[in-house]
């Protein structure tokens, strides 16, 4: 099993949030509220919906795929 220091975790999701062009701050809190909810035992809640997000909120701004 692997296993992942929440804050190194909640500091990559932050970053895949930021690359579509969220503020750093709504970035963090994303990624916090996400790690959040695997720390809580929600894991369907957590950071396995971070594809998803990106790709609805991909959508929504118009662009075909993140920004690189």
Do not use: K
């Not at 296993?3 to 975790?9: E, G, K, R, V």
């Not at 970035?27 to 809640?45: C, E, F, M, T």
């Amino acid at each position: 099993m692997l296993y992942i220091q929440h804050n190194d975790l909640a500091s990559f999701v932050a970053s895949i949030f930021s690359q579509i062009a969220c503020s750093i701050e709504e970035s963090q809190r994303i990624a916090h509220y996400l790690v959040s909810a695997n720390l809580s035992g929600h894991d369907s809640h957590g950071v396995v919906r971070v594809p998803r997000y990106v790709q609805n909120e991909t959508r929504r701004r118009g662009h075909s795929r993140p920004r690189s």
